[in-house]
C-alpha cells in the first residue's frame, strides 16, 4: 500500500461527513417545509426579558428592532435553516414584549452598564450582546455597500471596517477579543467570514451590472399617466401605436424584429469538470487558432410574434470572404435549413445595401402574407439601418418601418432582452457537443456553420416570441409591460400612451441627434413630395391610413442631375425636345 493511501481514506471520510451533514440539514428543511405554518412554534433564542435581550436593546441604541432580531434567533448558529421568519404579528408582540420588559427592568441596571460592566454582569453575557450588535451593524454596512454604493465589500474591506461597529461601552477586554477577529492569517478571516455569511444569509458573489438612471433624469426617460411627455419611451410607444391603429381592418398586423449580433467562429470560455493533472504535466487547454478566436459573422435575426410565421423568416449569416470561403459555401450548398442563408461579401457589417437586400429577401420569404397582413418592422438606430434609399425600398417592399430609441434597445427590443442570450447559451451547449465529438478536437469551419444552423432552427425558428413583444410594450397597447420595464421607467400599470402621431419635436429623441433626417416621413410614412401640404396632424394621419405604401415594388428611372448636361450635349438635347 503506497503511503498516500492513509490521506486519501481521510479525504475520503471528511467528504462523506459533510455530505451526510448536507443531507441531514436538506432533510430538515423539507420537514420544515412540509408542516403548515400553524404547527410551527417561533424559534426564539431567549426570553425578551433576559438580561442579554436588554443588553442588546440598550447597546444597539436603545433599538427595539435589535432586541426583536436577537430574540428570534437572526444571526444565530444554532437556528434552523428553513425555519419560517417571524410575520408582522409576532414581531409586533415581540416588540410590546421587549418594551414591558424595558419598562419593568430598574433604571440602576443600565447605568451599571455604563459605569463598570464587568463588576455587574457576567462576562459571556456581556461579550454575547456586544458581540452581536457588533455583527448586526457590520451586516446593515455591507447591505447599504450593496444596495447604495453598489460595491460587494471583500474580506480586506469587511475585517478593516469590524473594528469601527464595537460598540464605544465595551469594556477594553472585550473590545480586545472582538478585533482579534479581525486580526490573524487570511484563512482564519476567510472562515470567520463564511460562518458569519453562513448565520446572517449572505452570499459570497457578485453584483450584477445595471443601468443607473439618476432620480431627476428618469422623468425624461420615461412618459404616460395620460400626459404627453417629450421622452424617448413616450415618443416610441406613441408612434408605435399610432402605426398600429393605421393598419386597414381587413390586413391583421404582422409585427418582427431584426437585429445583428456577432457569432465567433471558435467558443471560448465553456465551463465544465476539469480534472486535476500532475505538477509535471502540462496543463490542459482549449486548442484555437488566433485566426479563429478573432473571426467573427454578423447574424441578421429576425423574430415575430407569430409562431406560424416564424419559420419562414430569413435568417442570414454574414461573413467576409476571408472566412465565407468559396469552398465553403460550396460544401454548405443544399445542406442548410431553406431560411437560413449565407451571405459573403467584403466585410462582415452590415451596410445600407446590404439591409435593402436583406428587406427583398424578406418580402420574397413572406411572399403573399405581405398583401394579407400589415408588416411592421422594428429596428434600432444604428447607421446601417437609417437612409432614404431604405425607406424607400422599404415602401416598395410593403414593409414599415419603426425604430426603437437610442440607448433604450436593452429594454424595448424583443432581440436583445429575451432572444440573443437564449440563442448564445443554445450555441455554446452545441458547440460543446459538437468539439467533444470532432476526432480532431478542432471542428472544421463546414462542422461550426451546420452548428450554427441547427441552433438558429431549433431556438429561433422554432421559438415562440409572442411574451417578449408583449413583455416590450410591442403588442397591445402597452398593457402588458414586463415589471422589469415598469421599474426602468417608473411607470405603473395604470400609464396611458397615446395614439396620435408624434411632433417632430417628440420623435426627435428616438434618433441620435446627429442624424439629419426627416423624421416625419418615419412617423408618416410617407416622403416629404407625396405629404398633405398644409394639412393638421389628424388630416396627415387620416392621408397617411389611406396612401398604403404599394405592395409591388416599382422602378422608376432615374432623372441626372443638370450636372451631367456638359455644354457639347445641351444643344442635342434641345433638339430632341
Given at each position: 500500500m503506497s503511503s498516500a493511501s492513509p490521506n486519501n481514506m481521510q479525504d475520503l471520510q471528511r467528504r462523506i461527513s459533510n455530505l451526510a451533514k448536507r443531507y441531514k440539514r436538506a432533510r430538515a428543511a423539507e420537514e420544515v417545509a412540509a408542516q403548515p405554518r400553524e404547527a410551527l412554534q417561533l424559534l426564539r433564542r431567549c426570553r425578551p426579558d433576559s438580561p442579554r435581550c436588554l443588553m442588546v436593546y440598550f447597546l444597539a441604541g436603545q433599538s427595539c428592532a435589535a432586541a426583536v432580531d436577537f430574540v428570534v434567533g437572526r444571526g444565530w448558529e444554532r437556528a434552523k435553516r428553513g425555519h419560517p421568519s417571524p410575520d408582522r404579528d409576532e414581531v409586533a408582540k415581540l416588540t410590546a414584549d421587549v418594551e414591558q420588559a424595558v419598562a419593568r427592568s430598574p433604571a440602576s441596571a443600565f447605568s451599571a452598564l455604563q459605569r463598570n460592566p464587568l463588576s455587574d454582569f457576567e462576562l459571556c453575557d456581556l461579550f454575547c450582546a456586544h458581540k452581536y450588535v457588533m455583527e448586526r451593524s457590520l451586516y446593515g454596512w455591507i447591505a447599504s455597500q450593496n444596495n447604495d454604493q453598489g460595491v460587494a465589500p471583500s474580506r480586506e474591506q469587511v475585517m478593516a471596517q469590524l473594528p469601527e461597529h464595537i460598540s464605544q461601552q465595551a469594556p477594553l477586554q472585550i473590545r480586545t477579543r472582538l478585533c482579534n477577529l479581525a486580526c490573524g492569517s487570511p484563512r482564519k478571516q476567510r472562515k470567520w467570514l463564511a460562518r458569519f455569511r453562513r448565520r446572517w444569509g449572505a452570499r459570497l458573489g457578485v453584483l450584477r451590472v445595471q443601468e443607473f438612471v439618476p432620480v431627476e433624469e428618469k422623468p425624461r426617460k420615461a412618459g404616460g399617466q395620460g400626459f404627453v411627455v417629450l421622452s424617448s419611451a413616450a415618443a416610441y410607444f406613441q408612434w408605435l401605436n399610432f402605426a398600429i391603429d393605421a393598419a386597414p381592418v381587413h390586413r391583421p398586423l404582422l409585427i418582427l424584429n431584426m437585429d445583428e449580433t456577432a457569432v465567433g467562429r471558435h467558443q471560448s470560455g465553456l465551463r465544465g469538470t476539469v480534472a486535476t493533472l500532475p505538477k509535471a504535466t502540462l496543463p490542459a487547454s482549449d486548442r484555437a487558432s488566433l485566426a479563429d478566436r478573432r473571426s467573427y459573422v454578423s447574424y441578421l435575426a429576425c423574430v415575430t410574434d407569430d409562431a406560424r410565421v416564424q419559420p419562414r423568416l430569413p435568417q442570414v449569416l454574414l461573413g467576409n470572404t476571408?472566412?465565407?470561403?468559396?469552398?465553403?459555401?460550396?460544401?454548405?450548398?443544399?445542406?442548410?435549413?431553406?431560411?437560413?442563408?449565407?451571405?459573403?461579401?467584403?466585410?462582415?457589417?452590415?451596410?445600407?445595401?446590404?439591409?435593402?437586400?436583406?428587406?427583398?429577401?424578406?418580402?420574397?420569404?413572406?411572399?403573399?402574407?405581405?398583401?394579407?397582413?400589415?408588416?411592421?418592422?422594428?429596428?434600432?438606430?444604428?447607421?446601417?439601418?437609417?437612409?432614404?434609399?431604405?425607406?424607400?425600398?422599404?415602401?416598395?417592399?410593403?414593409?414599415?418601418?419603426?425604430?426603437?430609441?437610442?440607448?433604450?434597445?436593452?429594454?424595448?427590443?424583443?432581440?436583445?432582452?429575451?432572444?440573443?442570450?437564449?440563442?448564445?447559451?443554445?450555441?455554446?451547449?452545441?458547440?460543446?457537443?459538437?468539439?467533444?465529438?470532432?476526432?480532431?478536437?478542432?471542428?472544421?469551419?463546414?462542422?461550426?456553420?451546420?452548428?450554427?444552423?441547427?441552433?438558429?432552427?431549433?431556438?429561433?425558428?422554432?421559438?415562440?416570441?409572442?411574451?417578449?413583444?408583449?413583455?416590450?410594450?410591442?403588442?397591445?397597447?402597452?398593457?402588458?409591460?414586463?415589471?422589469?420595464?415598469?421599474?426602468?421607467?417608473?411607470?405603473?400599470?395604470?400609464?396611458?400612451?397615446?395614439?396620435?402621431?408624434?411632433?417632430?419635436?417628440?420623435?426627435?429623441?428616438?434618433?441620435?441627434?446627429?442624424?439629419?433626417?426627416?423624421?416625419?416621413?418615419?412617423?408618416?410614412?410617407?416622403?416629404?413630395?407625396?405629404?398633405?401640404?398644409?394639412?393638421?396632424?389628424?388630416?396627415?394621419?387620416?392621408?397617411?391610413?389611406?396612401?398604403?405604401?404599394?405592395?409591388?415594388?416599382?422602378?422608376?428611372?432615374?432623372?441626372?442631375?443638370?450636372?451631367?448636361?456638359?455644354?457639347?450635349?445641351?444643344?442635342?438635347?434641345?433638339?430632341?425636345?
Open positions: 476571408h472566412l465565407f470561403t468559396l469552398d465553403l459555401l460550396r460544401s454548405c450548398s443544399g445542406k442548410l435549413p431553406d431560411n437560413v442563408v449565407l451571405w459573403r461579401q467584403t466585410s462582415s457589417w452590415n451596410s445600407h445595401a446590404t439591409m435593402r437586400r436583406w428587406l427583398t429577401l424578406l418580402a420574397k420569404a413572406l411572399g403573399p402574407l405581405v398583401e394579407e397582413r400589415y408588416v411592421v418592422l422594428l429596428l434600432d438606430v444604428h447607421s446601417s439601418h437609417i437612409h432614404q434609399s431604405i425607406f424607400l425600398h422599404a415602401r416598395r417592399c410593403g414593409v414599415r418601418l419603426i425604430y426603437i430609441p437610442a440607448k433604450m434597445t436593452r429594454l424595448l427590443q424583443p432581440c436583445d432582452t429575451h432572444v440573443f442570450s437564449k440563442f448564445k447559451l443554445a450555441l455554446r451547449i452545441a458547440w460543446q457537443n459538437c468539439k467533444s465529438r470532432s476526432p480532431a478536437a478542432s471542428p472544421t469551419a463546414v462542422s461550426w456553420v451546420h452548428v450554427v444552423s441547427q441552433t438558429i432552427q431549433a431556438v429561433i425558428s422554432r421559438g415562440s416570441w409572442q411574451k417578449a413583444f408583449l413583455a416590450d410594450g410591442a403588442l397591445r397597447f402597452q398593457t402588458q409591460l414586463s415589471t422589469r420595464l415598469r421599474v426602468e421607467l417608473d411607470v405603473d400599470e395604470a400609464a396611458v400612451w397615446l395614439h396620435v402621431a408624434p411632433t417632430t419635436e417628440e420623435v426627435a429623441c428616438v434618433f441620435p441627434s446627429r442624424l439629419k433626417i426627416d423624421t416625419l416621413s418615419y412617423v408618416l410614412w410617407q416622403p416629404r413630395s407625396h405629404r398633405v401640404q398644409g394639412a393638421r396632424p389628424s388630416q396627415r394621419s387620416t392621408a397617411a391610413r389611406s396612401s398604403e405604401p404599394p405592395l409591388v415594388p416599382q422602378f422608376h428611372r432615374r432623372v441626372l442631375p443638370s450636372t451631367f448636361l456638359t455644354a457639347r450635349m445641351a444643344p442635342i438635347v434641345r433638339r430632341l425636345e
